[in-house]
């Protein structure tokens, strides 16, 4: 089946620096979306994407739907403890209804 | 604008007993869908529904069922619980089967 393939699994970053996260794929997604889950809580959309080559921000998050419609990433610029969390990428594959979603990059900022 | 509302929270049952959750979506949304979340398996897709059809099913047993309503809400069910049932459930809604999802918070199951 389609597969959506999110790296890194986990990341340790210090307070400040830039974070980078890309999900990839070998079939051609609609759509893009970024989410971010905290411990105990459901996935919260950040970024949808729905065009190729589109680069989209949200404060401090960038996320951009890759030009081959088979990958797309994200951004954390200036990272803050705040940012701390799991980031799930999810895509609709061309011609389907249901969403695909990725493994998840865990994120720990160290203060 | 209220977000997707799930109830309860938190269950705990015992195996072979059966559960319903509840899932009631953002105002004007009509695709419901439910995934269950696991740590050693990420978000695996149960169900969508739309217009109270089932439009999409993914790989589960047929103990998990569920039913969307006239009102968009929709409600998952899980008959003969097992221990590997035990996982955050988790109910999106969206406008539009091709439109972005938005999560609730979950009813975490436990089984004992």
């Known amino acids: 089946g389609q597969q959506l393939n999110q790296s890194p699994q986990s990341m340790f970053i210090q307070e400040g620096e830039d974070v980078s996260m890309n999900c990839t794929s070998s079939s051609i997604f609609n759509t893009w979306l970024w989410y971010k889950q905290d411990p105990g809580e459901g996935p919260v959309l950040l970024i949808a994407l729905y065009k190729a080559g589109e680069l989209t921000s949200n404060g401090r998050l960038t996320a951009q739907f890759g030009i081959t419609r088979k990958d797309s990433f994200l951004n954390i610029s200036a990272s803050i403890p705040s940012d701390v969390g799991i980031y799930f990428c999810a895509g609709l594959p061309s011609g389907t209804y249901k969403y695909i979603f990725g493994t998840g990059t865990r994120l720990k900022v160290l203060a | 604008k209220a977000g997707v509302t799930q109830t309860p929270r938190y269950l705990i049952k015992t195996r072979g007993q059966q559960v319903t959750l509840s899932c009631s979506p953002i105002?004007?949304?009509?695709?419901v869908s439910w995934y269950q979340q696991t740590p050693g398996q990420g978000l695996q897709f149960l169900f969508e529904y739309f217009s109270e059809t089932q439009r999409n099913k993914g790989n589960f047993p047929g103990r998990f069922s569920g039913r969307q309503f006239s009102n968009s809400r929709s409600e998952m069910n899980v008959s003969t619980l097992e221990l590997g049932d035990s996982a955050l459930y988790l109910c999106?809604?969206?406008?539009?089967?091709?439109?972005?999802?938005?999560f609730g918070d979950g009813t975490r199951l436990s089984i004992l």
């Open positions: 999106a809604s969206s406008q539009g089967p091709d439109q972005p999802q938005h």
């Open positions: 105002s004007g949304h009509r695709s």
